[in-house]
């Protein structure tokens, strides 16, 4: 009985902890347009509050995927099955670490603003905005193009291929 708890614990904790192997572009899309409508949130307030919620995002993503990220359940749950039209789905790997790396920018500005660098923390969140615009708006994962740049991507071969394309659109 014990063994089974255990085993069953263990299965949810591994479920949880796993990120998808493919992630509906769209919902990516709708995740990056949440981080930028926050991060410019916190240029207009420059409350060090605001970036609770941004680093708290990035990390559950990194760590569950869209599982324990509110903005991620918003997107895939409530707002992705509303927009109409056929859904690509592009490859989880460099989308985690496109979220590590938003986790490293928001980590930042986090630890620079609570020390009384809010400039630094500014510069960072800009840089943040920029990155999780060009997703939003362009479908341009910078994070997903450094990651296949670095250790090659299989699924990746057409992001040289859509970069030119969407910014002709």
């Known amino acids: 009985m014990l063994i089974g708890i255990i085993w069953i614990s263990v299965r949810s904790m591994r479920k949880l902890f796993s990120f998808p192997t493919l992630v509906n572009e769209i919902s990516a899309r709708i995740v990056a347009g949440g981080v930028v409508a926050i991060g410019v949130l916190f240029l207009v307030v420059e409350s060090g509050w605001v970036l609770v919620p941004l680093t708290y995002g990035f990390a559950a993503r990194v760590l569950t995927g869209p599982s324990a990220s509110p903005l991620g359940q918003l997107a895939t749950r409530v707002i992705t099955p509303l ?87």
């Open 83 to 169: 927009v109409p039209g056929p859904h690509q789905s592009v490859p989880g790997p460099p989308k985690r670490f496109a979220q590590a790396i938003g986790l490293t920018f928001t980590s930042a500005a986090t630890i620079a603003w609570s020390i009384g660098a809010l400039g630094m923390a500014k510069l960072l969140i800009i840089g943040l905005v920029i990155a999780a615009g060009l997703e939003a708006g362009l479908a341009l994962c910078l994070g997903c193009m450094i990651f296949n740049r670095i250790w090659g991507c299989a699924d990746c071969g057409d992001l040289q291929r859509r970069a030119p394309v969407r910014l002709a659109e």
